[in-house]
């Protein structure tokens, strides 16, 4: 396991669990990546009990984050709406570190600069962040959504930062009305490995799908506010995460031998992530897969391999994973740390034959973000036993892996007859914000038990 080290910058370490034995014929490896970072001198956007506000500690100041706040017609009703996102973004912007570069995005069907303005970003201190507070006063409710517009715009302030970590946190509480779908998608491809961006939905008026597939895209967090009360601590504990990241453009670099393909690459924890279309070739047999920014803070993600058969006592390494950092100046990017997965034919069909916990575990923890997903699409089809079978199957999965917030939200939409053989009945009335609730948080995974 090679490790890389410096100043600011976390140690990575790589460890691979897998049941490396195949029967003869067998051609499906799987493994369990575990990526941990540690030592960045962050705690990953975690306050130390009893720490200062993080603006107050020092630190590195290499990130510029823009907030972008939905100002759309709809933020009006109620007028408490307005007044919450307004409290959340001032709270955010006391939560940045002196030295943060920072803009504020007022959102409706165009994008306009609140702070500083004249296309530049602010530098945080006590000054800059009185006068941005200031200026989220003057905000008000009126006009339409196009959140590509309010994208690009994060795009063009964040690109002319000379930063490492650049950041958006996008709040918007209504569906993406004022422009095409394919408007949206060419501003995210735009946008993508450009800056990272986490989304929250406010209220229960927006379209859950939208809003998943703006931080799925941007490699960020999605979320329900469902409670525009509850947005002043969701904006504060966020903008905590953001500070916390010490390395940004991180990629996950499969390398595999001649004969080898590659099935699937997804992050399994702490969200499902699906990262296989997202390849980029790094070379001969070798692709990157993007995984954005990192503090302190470790992730699990799914490798599955076709290796070509091999007889009885063959070995060969089926894929080597290294996380690579690229080189700013575009000189060769550094190893951060690397692990290997292997492929063994044996007789022994004990072995061969025994599933490795973490695989089984994250197997049956993306089945249960698919089946979610489902069982939530099929009753609002009104297709109601195919509701009940997918959303039962979840219950099932859920109690079985210990998931218990997933868990949680699932008895608010079905009842639960028995968990064990996910016998379950769909609630005849369920609250919006609870069924949205489900479905955004759906892809949040747990750890294997130890």
Partial sequence: MANFSKSNVPQFSVEVYQNEYLPEGGREVNGIITVTSTGGGTTGGVPLTGAPPSHLTGGTANAAVVIMVDCSGSMDYPPTKMRNARDATAAAIDTLRDGTSFAVVGGTHVAKEVYPGNGRLAVADAQTRAQAKEALRRLS??????????????????????????????????????????????????????????????????????????????LGTADIVADPSGLAADFTQMMENAMGKEVADVALRLWTPVGVEIKFVK???????????????????????????????SRDYHVCVQV??????????????????PDPAGGTPRTLSQGLVRAVWTDDMVASTSINPQVAHYTGQAELA?????GLDARKSGDFDGATAKLGRAVQLASASGNEDTAKLLSKVVDVVDAATGTVRLKAKVADADEMTLETRSTKTVRVKK
């Avoid at 690009?152 to 490492?164: C, I, K, P, Q, S």
């Avoid at 007889?311 to 690579?324: D, F, P, Y």
């Avoid at 698919?370 to 489902?374: A, D, E, K």
């Fill in 141 to 218: 409710a009126g006009g339409g959504t196009a959140i590509g517009t309010w994208l690009r715009l994060t795009d063009r302030l964040l690109g002319a930062a000379d930063v490492e970590i650049r950041h958006g946190i996008l709040l918007t509480d209504g569906r993406n009305e004022h422009e095409a779908p394919e408007d949206l998608r060419a501003a995210l491809d735009a946008c993508a490995g450009r800056f990272t961006c986490d989304a929250r939905g406010v209220g229960t008026d927006w379209e859950v799908k939208e809003v998943t597939a703006i931080a799925s895209a941007l």
């Fill in 267 to 297: 992050q399994v924890a702490p969200t499902v992530a699906e990262l296989t279309d997202r390849r980029t070739e790094a070379g001969p047999r070798a692709g990157d897969y993007p995984t954005g920014s990192w503090g302190d803070e």
């Fill in 308 to 325: 070509p058969e091999a007889g009885i006592g063959q070995e060969m390494l089926a894929a080597r994973v290294s996380l690579i950092l």
């Fill in 370 to 374: 698919q089946v979610i997903q489902q």
